[in-house]
Nanobody, 122 residues
Framework: VQLVESGGGLVQPGGSLRLSCAAS????????MGWFRQVPEKEREFVAAITWGGATDYTDSVKGRFTISRSNAKNTVYLQMGNLEPEETAVYYC?????????????????WGQGTQVTGSS
């Protein structure tokens, strides 16, 4: 299993970014995917998840601003982030898990990418 995130960068307050996570080495369409974020000395935090069937869930603070989606044709999951806030500066990770249902805990995911840095300027 390999997951490679991309799309991070520096963004102005209120700006937008789209993160991508390219997957390989497993049957992507059968896996649930999630986005998490982490800052130094804190736990990895749930951001959004999507099941293999397309059901989605978000942490409350990003609802209405972030959208998770997937392309099974491209083996890629996306996180469209809007109206970003400086305190959302973090390394963003995508995770993959077998099985159905929405998962929001890091321990529910078996595989992780290396992360991509998102920095909100203030």
């Amino acid at each position: 299993v390999q997951l490679v995130e991309s799309g991070g960068g520096l963004v102005q307050p209120g700006g937008s970014l789209r993160l991508s996570c390219a997957a390989s080495g497993f049957t992507f369409r059968s896996y649930g995917m999630g986005w998490f974020r982490q800052v130094p000395e804190k736990e990895r935090e749930f951001v959004a998840a999507i099941t293999w069937g397309g059901a989605t869930d978000y942490t409350d603070s990003v609802k209405g601003r972030f959208t998770i989606s997937r392309s099974n044709a491209k083996n890629t999951v996306y996180l469209q982030m809007g109206n970003l806030e400086p305190e959302e500066t973090a390394v963003y990770y995508c995770g993959a898990r077998r099985g159905g249902g929405i998962a929001t805990m890091p321990s529910d995911f078996e595989s992780w990418g290396q992360g991509t840095q998102v920095t909100g300027s203030s």
